[in-house]
């Protein structure tokens, strides 16, 4: 039977806090349960598992990110929207380690679309509003470029890559934002006019699909 006064959002709220004092490897049933005061089996009325809880973590997160984006984009375009956007990111990456750790889990087909996921998707292209980049597919090759310049940099400093060099990050990010600026104001021409290329090789068969 549940317990009284547990709920999924309340275990999630919790698994996030726990998430980022300790890590989302800290994020298990067992801890949440002694936190509680209760026996381990109790949560499972209203969780899955310790899979489940980081899942729910992860959806959360991916929540949040999307809100506190949308918001810093209000009413900008060009390069203070890439500022806005990069740095709101960072933010929340810095002020919650655990739960932006937890954002980068990879999610199945159905947990990713039920997600804030598409809103991200919807706030990149916000974000490209601002620049001469029309074409559907070189749109979404623009969207590529910068997430991975992005996240990577907040993944990177997360890990400490930084910590050992000079100067310090704070100008790096002034230059990320310059570098995405500039290249999405120059954006190369497409050089060609093909189609996306057939999902089946040149033998005409369907590739290997991932189970």
Known sequence: ??????????????????????????????????????STPSLYAHVGGTQDLRVRVAVLAIGEIADRVAEALAGRSGRDAVEAL?????????????????????????????????????????????YDITDPAETVHAIR????????????????????SRPGTDRSWERVVDVLDTTLRTWPPVHHTDPDPDPRDRHGLEPTRAR
Request: no cysteine; hydrophobic share 45%.
């Open 1 to 38: 039977m549940p317990r009284a006064g547990l709920t999924p959002d309340i275990l999630t709220t919790a698994a996030a806090e726990l998430a980022d004092a300790e890590g989302i490897d800290a994020v298990t049933v067992t801890t949440l349960a002694r936190r509680f005061g209760v």
């Open 145 to 164: 470029v910068l997430s991975a310049l992005v996240v990577g940099m907040v993944d990177l400093e997360a890990a400490g890559s930084f910590d050992h």
């Open 86 to 130: 990069a740095l709101t990111i960072r933010t929340y990456a810095r002020t919650h380690p655990g739960r932006y750790a937890a954002s980068r889990t990879p999610l199945d087909t159905k947990t990713a679309e039920a997600s804030a996921g598409p809103r991200h998707a919807a706030l990149l292209r916000a974000v490209l509003r601002g």
